[in-house]
Every structure is written in structure tokens, then in C-alpha cells.
């Protein structure tokens, strides 16, 4: 019995702590979005060479065309033409 209340302590305190361990998440716009789309597709993708793509360049084409007010169908298509 000890043990389960134990349990069920660390579990409430744990849960109640959750935004102080990982952290508030960050806001829902387009821009964050891209810009959280981009900085991931850098990090991750290692074909870049191989396909002779200019990442940079891409960015620099459409990020012009990301704005707050963008909805989200519109983000999507700039990011899949990219």
C-alpha cells in the first residue's frame, strides 16, 4: 500500500512539473513553422550534395512568401514545392 501511494505521489508531481522539465511550446504560426521546417530539413536531410540542391537558395526564394496570416494549406504547398 505504501509503495502504490508513493507511486502515485511521484506521479502527480511529476505531471504537475512537466512544463518546468520540457518546456512551454513554442507558438503555432506560419513563420515559426517554416522557419522550424527549414532548420530541420538542414539538420537532417544528407542528400543535398548528391542531388545538387541549394538549400539556402531555396529558403532564400520562398520564405518571402511566408507570412503570419498564411493559412495553413497555403504553408504546406510552399513547403512541399520545396
Same mark, same amino acid.
Given at each position: 500500500?505504501?509503495?502504490?501511494?508513493?507511486?502515485?505521489?511521484?506521479?502527480?508531481?511529476?505531471?504537475?512539473? %512537466?512544463?518546468?522539465?520540457? %518546456?512551454?511550446? @513554442?507558438? $503555432?504560426? @506560419?513563420?515559426? $513553422?517554416?522557419? #522550424?521546417?527549414? *532548420?530541420?530539413? *538542414?539538420? $537532417?536531410?544528407?542528400?543535398?550534395?548528391? !542531388?545538387?540542391? !541549394?538549400?539556402?537558395?531555396?529558403?532564400?526564394?520562398?520564405? @518571402?512568401?511566408? #507570412? +503570419?496570416?498564411?493559412? $495553413? +494549406?497555403?504553408?504546406?504547398?510552399?513547403?512541399? !514545392?520545396?
Amino acid at each position: 500500500m505504501r509503495s502504490i501511494l508513493i507511486l502515485c505521489f511521484a506521479a502527480i508531481v511529476l505531471t504537475a512539473c %512537466g512544463r518546468w522539465i520540457v %518546456g512551454s511550446n @513554442p507558438e $503555432n504560426t @506560419p513563420t515559426i $513553422n517554416y522557419e #522550424h521546417f527549414v *532548420q530541420l530539413v *538542414q539538420e $537532417n536531410y544528407s542528400f543535398f550534395a548528391e !542531388k545538387e540542391v !541549394k538549400w539556402e537558395s531555396l529558403d532564400a526564394l520562398y520564405r @518571402p512568401m511566408v #507570412h +503570419d496570416s498564411l493559412c $495553413n +494549406d497555403s504553408l504546406y504547398m510552399i513547403m512541399s !514545392k520545396m
